[in-house]
């Protein structure tokens, strides 16, 4: 996937708690890519953010399939399971 992806400047109030995540500012495309590399930075940006559960309880809400990127810490895969888990119990 080309292109960079950068964070929205303004946030609606739903979404206040991204003004705290630790991708705010950063090239986003990272996130975004399916090279083992990308896969391991974007997640250890989510691994240090303050703000990981509210960004994971958000895609959860928001997302729909297929699923991309990672997001509140978790591969799409990982999501698919996290979710399968929960609609199973």
């Given at each position: 996937m080309s292109?960079?992806?950068h964070a929205m400047p303004a946030l609606p109030n739903a979404l206040s708690w991204a003004d705290r995540?630790?991708?705010k500012g950063q090239d986003l495309g990272?996130?975004?890519?399916e090279a083992?590399?990308?896969v391991r930075?974007?997640?250890a940006i989510c691994g240090r953010c303050p703000v990981v559960s509210e960004c994971l309880a958000e895609t959860l809400r928001a997302e729909v399939t297929p699923r991309y990127g990672i997001?509140?810490?978790l591969?799409?895969?990982e999501r698919d399971?996290?979710?399968a888990t929960k609609a199973s119990s």
């Open positions: 292109g960079s992806y995540a630790a991708c990272v996130f975004f890519s083992d590399q990308k930075e974007a997640k997001s509140g810490g591969t799409p895969d399971a996290l979710t």
